[in-house]
Structure formats: structure tokens, C-alpha cells
């Protein structure tokens, strides 16, 4: 079973920058689509982002230019580079399989953008 740790969340100003990483154990993480999600408190988690294997990405309109998906495979990592913030970022966020599996769901890691 794959597992799933997210790192590089924290507090940031509107306009600033994070990047995520969310490192995978298992040898076969180059074949699985991955995707980025988040959850706001009173809210329902949401896809922000996803990649496949091949590399190609989709995103959620209102982070369009402004996050960027990648993934490292020989590093078993995928990055959401996050740029612009905005206070409707604020959010824990999740990495898991696209579509997402429920047993692996990991703890997040909280961004908040805030003045």
C-alpha cells in the first residue's frame, strides 16, 4: 500500500508563495495520476489540481495560473508550487491517487494566508 506524507504548508501574506511536497512509498507511485486537494473549514475537500503519469496537468479555475502540479518520480514526490495566494487558499491540503483512494488519505497540511 502506497502512503502519503504532505510537507510545506505554513503562513503566508496574500501574494506570497509555498510550495507542497508529498513524498509516496512504494516502488510503482510513476504509474498512478496524482492530484492535490484541499479542504476549508464549513467546506467540502475539493480537487485543486491533478497530473497524470505522462506529465500532463489540470486545474480548478480559480487557481489557474497561479498553482503549478509536478512530479519528481524517480523522487516518488509530487510539488504544488503555489504562487499569488490569496485568503480563499486557506485551506488544509491533501495529495492522493486521482481519483482519490480513501485509505489514503493522509493528515494535510495547513496553508494559511493571512495578513
Known amino acids: 500500500q502506497v502512503q502519503l506524507v504532505e510537507s510545506g504548508g505554513g503562513l503566508v501574506q496574500p501574494g506570497g508563495s509555498l510550495r507542497l511536497s508529498c513524498a509516496a512509498s512504494g516502488s510503482i507511485f510513476s504509474v498512478y495520476a496524482m492530484g492535490w486537494y484541499r479542504q476549508a473549514p464549513g467546506k467540502q475537500r475539493e480537487l485543486v489540481a491533478g497530473?497524470?503519469?505522462?506529465?500532463?496537468?489540470n486545474y480548478r479555475d480559480s487557481v489557474k495560473g497561479r498553482f503549478t502540479i509536478s512530479r519528481d518520480n524517480a523522487k516518488n514526490t509530487v510539488y504544488l508550487q503555489m504562487n499569488s495566494l490569496k485568503p480563499e487558499d486557506t485551506a488544509v491540503y491533501y495529495c492522493?491517487?486521482?481519483?482519490?483512494?480513501?485509505?489514503?488519505w493522509g493528515q494535510g497540511t495547513q496553508v494559511t494566508v493571512s495578513s
Open positions: 492522493n491517487f486521482l481519483p482519490s483512494k480513501a485509505s489514503s
Open positions: 497530473i497524470i503519469s505522462g506529465g500532463n496537468t
